[in-house]
């Protein structure tokens, strides 16, 4: 069945079955790689993407139930203010290891910044709590969250 959905501010037609995990969708059909599958449980985070500004595991919903949400991934995140902010500190802060969580992290860390400007640890810690990295580099994580806020305020 042909599903019209918005991603990245355009309108796409995906001619999938109802149940198709978004992640799929976006890998797959709009052929947009940087979303990742990792457990496919939405307990990774690897596959996390903006679903009407908050941030979404898309491994687990179904494009049935998008409606006219528009879907934010990180091939476009760089486009609103906070997330250049964001991309620009991971840059700085050479948070990446070997990278495959990092957009999960990118737009768990942009959803956060843009509700929270100058989060504390604890806004911090819930907002990427479920955001896995396997390369620990949780410190750097942190370090270049607080940078994206500095950022804003300079």
């Not at 059909?29 to 908050?54: P, Y």
Request: proline share 4%; charged share 15%.
């Amino acid at each position: 069945m042909p599903y019209i959905i918005q991603v990245n501010g355009k309108q796409h037609t995906a001619d999938v079955e109802s149940e198709t995990p978004l992640l799929w969708v976006l890998r797959d059909t709009l052929n947009l790689k940087g979303t990742k599958f990792g457990c496919g449980a939405a307990q990774c985070g690897a596959c996390t993407v903006h679903l009407g500004g908050q941030a979404t595991r898309s491994c687990q919903i179904p494009v049935s139930v998008l409606g006219a949400s528009n879907v934010t991934t990180i091939e476009a995140i760089g486009e609103t203010p906070v997330g250049k902010r964001v991309q620009q500190a991971w840059l700085e802060l050479d948070v990446a290891q070997c990278g495959y969580c990092q957009s999960g992290q990118i737009m768990s860390a942009t959803a956060l910044l843009t509700k929270i400007p100058n989060p504390t640890d604890q806004d911090i810690n819930q907002a990427m709590n479920g955001n896995l990295c396997r390369c620990a580099t949780y410190t750097r994580i942190r370090a270049a969250i607080k940078r994206a806020a500095e950022l804003a305020r300079a």
